[in-house]
């Protein structure tokens, strides 16, 4: 193909048909990678979960590091944003420090 031949209108439409081909076959060469990788995984009897080392288990919750002095039902973990106690509390002399559980 001789570029130097084609108008500048026709490379415009080359470029803008060629970057289109290219996705197409973005996405075919990717769907072929991951039949390959599914196929080599069953093979061996590994999931996605096994090959990826995900281990899908639940989080276990932060503990509290706080706790109300005379509400005990009342925590806080000492994450995010502070709970209106806590700040009350802060306001009226106490420290985190007289908090801790």
Do not use: F
Not at 10 to 19: G, I, P
Not at 49 to 68: C, F, I, M, N, S
Not at 81 to 96: D, H, I, M, S
């Amino acid at each position: 193909m001789e570029l130097h031949k084609l108008s500048y209108a026709d490379l415009l439409n080359l470029k803008t048909d060629v970057e289109t081909e290219i996705k197409a076959r973005e996405h075919e060469e990717k769907s072929k990678a991951k039949k390959q990788i599914m196929e080599l995984a069953k093979a061996h009897g590994l999931t996605i979960e096994d090959v990826l080392g995900k281990t899908g288990g639940v989080r276990k919750p932060v503990e509290a590091k706080y706790r109300h002095p005379k509400h005990p039902e009342m925590t806080w973990t000492g994450r995010g944003r502070k709970p209106v106690w806590v700040q009350e509390l802060l306001n009226a002399g106490k420290t985190l420090q007289d908090l801790t559980i």
